[in-house]
């Protein structure tokens, strides 16, 4: 599907971007994609696999390319990983497009992700490492949003519903 996309999604990983990007793109009749998976297809292995074998600055060079290509090659729901917007080129491929941020606070953020060493970011973890990266990233998201969404106490399709308010 070419064009630019309808939708992006961006916030925190464990927010629920992929479970809202795929109802999104149902309620839309839309395609949807997700850089982490393009990511993992290319690469052959795992995103937890990329960061030990190479590091995060290697991991966030694919992800800035896989970034760059979905935008310029998907015209329907795309969400990125968690960290995307930290790359101020990908920052401004993203200015003139419709993001939604998806946000949660940090004790929720514990809650729904836990300890989860599938996440590389939080293997050595809880609630430190959420409340460092939320402070971090913050005015990140903020800045590439046209739109923020609170996940807090809200089902997946309470949050699609509020996403298409927003758009
Ligand atoms: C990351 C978020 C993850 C994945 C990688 C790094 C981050 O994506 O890209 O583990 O820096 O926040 P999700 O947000 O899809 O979990």
């Known amino acids: 599907m070419s064009g630019a996309p309808v939708v992006v999604l961006v916030g925190p990983m464990g927010v629920g971007k992929s479970t809202v990007g795929r109802l999104l793109a149902d ?62 080129d990908t920052r401004a491929l993203l200015a003139p497009l419709p993001v939604v941020c998806l946000s949660m606070d940090v004790e929720e953020a514990v809650r729904r992700t836990g300890l989860n060493v599938a996440r590389p970011l939080l293997a050595v973890n809880p609630r430190k490492q959420w409340r460092e990266l939320m402070e971090a990233r913050r005015h990140l998201y903020e800045e590439v949003a046209t739109a923020v969404v609170a996940t807090d106490g809200r089902t997946p399709e309470e949050v699609t519903g509020a996403v298409l308010d927003a758009v």
């Open 27 to 88: 309620r839309l009749g839309l395609a949807y994609r997700d850089t982490d998976d393009d990511i993992v297809a290319e690469q052959g292995r795992a995103i937890s696999e990329i960061f030990v074998d190479e590091g995060e600055d290697a991991f966030r060079a694919l992800e800035k390319e896989a970034v760059r290509r979905a935008v310029a090659e998907h015209g329907g729901v795309l969400a990125l990983g968690g960290g995307a917007v930290l790359d101020a």
